[in-house]
């Protein structure tokens, strides 16, 4: 079974702070995702990587950037927390599109980490 | 960029009944699309999905079809049970290297006894 663990599943931060959000697959997968889930406005994808040290922006990138130093883990980062980053932070992994031949691999997501900025 | 629209936002069906969830979608080059079930405290997990060039897929008593003209596809749930309760989220994509999914907002359904 794919697995991907989020290193904190509740975290309080104070506005400003730097603030560091892990995720780990075991699945040897290419691709990684980092979404937020906010009532009301689903899931939004932040950011995401196709490979090591590769990076692209996703639909809310403002305020947020990542690290991809080796394939099985993706960290988010937060330079200063603020009050409208409080917010459920989901972390997805998939395969090469091509992998599988259809063209598409599915999505793996972890448990999530609550993140609340005070 | 895709926009993914869902309804309705909260369903609540008695057990036994059928519940139907739509979605529309914006970009008519997408030609991928899952359906996502997020028990409480979990992460979102596949349940179904369904490609461009065919119009229905079924696995037991979930289904789910696709009107590419129309832009829409739903999710059909049959002889619902109480642990179907839970939120359900479609998406779309363009099939590619990373496979970047546009969501819906989401459906909370409840199945009441």
């Known amino acids: 079974d794919v697995k991907v663990t989020q290193s904190s599943r509740y975290l309080v931060k104070r506005t400003g702070e730097k603030v560091f959000l892990e995720c780990v697959q075991d699945m040897d997968h290419e691709n990684m995702f980092w979404y937020r889930q906010d009532p009301g406005l689903g899931l939004r994808l932040i950011y995401f990587s196709y490979d090591v040290k590769m990076k692209e922006k996703g639909d809310i990138p403002e305020g947020y950037s990542v690290s991809r130093e080796k394939k099985e883990r993706f960290s988010l980062i937060l330079e200063s927390a603020s009050t409208n980053q409080t917010s459920m932070y989901l972390c997805?992994?998939?395969?090469?599109?091509?992998?599988?031949?259809?063209?598409?691999?599915?999505?793996?997501f972890g448990p999530g980490t609550r993140l609340t900025v005070l | 960029g895709e926009n993914v629209e869902q309804h309705p936002s909260t369903l609540s069906v008695q057990e036994g009944d059928s519940a139907v969830i739509k979605c529309t979608y914006s970009?008519?080059?997408?030609?991928?699309f899952p359906w996502y079930k997020q028990e409480l405290g979990k992460g979102p997990q596949l349940i179904i999905d369904i490609r461009s060039n065919v119009g229905e897929k079924k696995d037991q008593r979930i289904a789910v079809t696709l009107n590419k003209t129309a832009k829409h596809f739903s999710l059909h749930i049959t002889e619902t049970q109480p642990e179907d309760s839970a939120v359900y989220f479609c998406?779309?994509?363009?099939?590619?290297?990373?496979?970047?999914?546009?969501f819906g907002t989401g459906t909370r359904l409840q199945v009441t006894l």
């Open positions: 998406a779309a994509s363009i099939t590619g290297t990373a496979s970047k999914l546009t």
């Open positions: 970009d008519s080059a997408s030609n991928y």
């Open positions: 997805a992994s998939s395969a090469y599109a091509g992998t599988s031949g259809s063209g598409v691999d599915t999505q793996y």
